[in-house]
């Protein structure tokens, strides 16, 4: 069975600052995607970046980018020149070949004036 | 457009009343799909519709009946539910269910319908 951790419940940051969320995975299969969601207060759900996991290269989607670190199954997210608009749940997915997806429980992040 | 969208957006029913969700994407996905969602809780997968057909359902109680109409409709049935099923309901959709076995593509998620059973 796939597992998705993220071990940190909440997190905070000053406006322009940068910060890394944490995610680990547990699977015996080659092919998949990661993903990273964002769920802000008025509670949409919105992809922020997703990974192949047959790429080594690593996904960057204008400020946000990931560390796919793919022997290690780890697949953190970095979130450059943080913006309020940032505040919000973020849960990591991993998406099997069957098309499940596990999502991790989720980091809380608030962004700081 | 990658836009799912999602009606109503809030629903209070009492637990012997019978209401449905709503859900539609006009983006050619033929997967779809039905999470519920607790406060500060990630999504948990209810069923997935494949070209129209259930592909999954995980293990939900049969007072949620879901219902797939055309392939860009999603519906989800609700009859004699209880306090506990107060939650968000989510639906997205997918490109497709990787016919050929291979991990596809995103989800996209719709807003949600906000339910509270009384």
């Known amino acids: 069975a796939q597992t998705v951790t993220q071990s940190q419940p909440e997190m905070s940051v000053q406006e322009a600052e940068t910060v890394t969320l944490s995610c680990t995975y547990d699977t015996s299969e080659s092919n998949y995607y990661l993903f990273w969601y964002k769920q802000p207060p008025s509670r949409q759900m919105i992809l922020v970046i997703r990974q192949e996991a047959y790429k080594q290269q690593n996904a960057t989607e204008n400020r946000f980018s990931v560390n796919f670190q793919k022997a290690a199954k780890s697949f953190s997210l970095k979130i450059s020149d943080s913006q309020l608009g940032d505040t919000a749940m973020y849960f990591c997915?991993?998406?099997?070949?069957?098309?499940?997806?596990?999502f991790g429980t989720g980091t809380s992040l608030t962004v700081i004036p | 457009d990658t836009e799912v969208t999602q009606t109503p957006k809030h629903l209070v029913m009492g637990m012997t009343n019978k209401k449905s969700l709503k859900c539609e994407q006009h983006m050619g996905h033929r997967a779809m799909y039905w999470y519920k969602q607790k406060a500060k809780k990630p999504p948990e997968l209810m069923f997935v519709?494949?070209?129209?057909?259930?592909?999954i359902n995980e293990s939900v109680p049969s007072r949620f009946s879901p219902e797939c109409p055309n392939s860009s409709l999603l519906n989800l049935h609700l009859h004699a539910l209880q306090p506990e099923d107060s939650a968000l309901y989510l639906c997205a959709s997918s490109q497709d269910e990787g016919l050929a076995g291979e991990a596809t593509d995103t989800q996209y998620f719709g807003p949600g319908t906000r339910l509270t059973v009384l």
């Open positions: 997915a991993f998406m099997n070949t069957g098309n499940q997806f596990y």
């Open positions: 519709y494949s070209y129209e057909k259930l592909s």
